[in-house]
């Protein structure tokens, strides 16, 4: 499948005038996105997330390194007609109502009538924004209708490319749910989103490939189903002393004490028998034991730790 994402070394860096030191924001970074698939682009804050989403956008230059969106090289112009984004904090002018606003940016886009009112319509329903609220002034609005315009004037140019930061963030878990959904449908519609998100449990709901930025460089990058594989043996006990304990953790490293109950993880299914059999050997109770896939937090967090440590 072709690339519609393509970067190559991309580098950039600041000069802080305060204490006249250079800032490297993305640190070589190479990667690709293929058309028409929700990819995840994680990290912490400051990682280079936003920066990155920029130099693709055309609103700010690299200092090294190329890049390409739908095969055309950063800044062309024939393709900002194709591409669609939407900012951690977006900022409407708050006297407009829903439909003005998407009729503004469907004006800036230069789509006539009376397809542009169409184009309105299905967006504003793509989105699941209340019809009654159409025509309130935005100022009303609350957090998740704002979220629900933003994406709905995302989609006014029926993009090819949709860059979307942060899209679920601050919402109540109805409107994070339903939000989520409307990412996944603008995915399966065929276009390609790239989403930068803190929300790990969205992003692997939805996403089939991930990279894990850090200190502006790439550090991991794969399918989620991939990066996930891999099933720990948890087993819950309780009646267990702090002697047995400490072999546990002499065992298998990490143990969780809590309330008198004793969690073990272990990623070594071959060292099950052994804990079992020491738990039972020391009179304690086995309350569970149950495989538990890996989570994308516990990989994001293992390679931010890891990356952190370098």
């Excluded at 692997?204 to 991991?220: D, T, Y």
């Excluded at 087993?235 to 990490?254: F, M, P, R, T, Y």
């Excluded at 538990?292 to 937090?297: F, V």
Aim: glycine letters at 10%; aromatic letters at 6%; a neutral charge.
């Amino acid at each position: 499948m072709a690339a519609a994402i393509s970067i190559q070394g991309l580098t950039k860096k600041y000069l802080d005038v305060w204490n006249k030191a250079e800032i490297t924001a993305v640190d070589n970074l190479t990667l690709e996105v293929e058309e028409g698939e929700i990819f995840g682009f994680l990290g912490r804050n400051g990682a280079g997330k936003t920066t990155t989403i920029k130099i693709l956008l055309g609103l700010i230059f690299p200092t090294e390194g190329t890049a390409t969106v739908l095969g055309k090289p950063l800044g062309d112009i024939a393709i900002k007609s194709q591409v669609s984004y939407l900012p951690e904090n977006p900022y409407f002018y708050e006297s407009m109502s829903g439909w003005d606003l998407l009729d503004f940016y469907g004006r800036l886009f230069r789509i006539s009538e009376p397809d542009r009112s169409k184009r309105i319509t299905k967006c504003l329903e793509d989105v699941r924004l209340d019809p009654k609220a159409w025509r309130r002034p935005i100022r009303g609005y609350s957090k998740g209708m704002l979220q629900r315009v933003g994406i709905a004037q995302a989609l006014i140019n029926d993009p090819k490319v949709l860059f979307l930061d942060e899209p679920t963030s601050g919402l109540d878990p109805i409107a994070h749910a339903e939000l989520r959904e409307i990412v996944a449908n603008v995915g399966k519609a065929g276009k390609t989103v790239f989403l930068s998100s803190h929300q790990l449990d969205d992003v692997q709901r939805v996403c089939s490939r991930i990279s894990i930025i850090h200190a502006g460089k790439l550090r991991v990058t794969g399918r989620i189903d991939e990066l996930t594989a891999g099933e720990k043996v948890e087993i819950q006990a309780d009646g267990i002393s702090n002697g047995v304990v400490a072999k546990l953790k002499e065992l298998v490293g990490a143990v969780e004490e809590n309330n008198n109950i004793v969690r073990i993880a272990s990623t070594d299914t071959d060292k099950v028998s052994d804990i079992i059999d020491l738990i039972r050997g020391a009179k304690g109770r086995i309350i569970s034991i149950e495989p538990h896939r890996r989570t994308l937090e516990e990989v994001f967090v293992e390679t931010v730790m890891k990356a952190g440590g370098e």
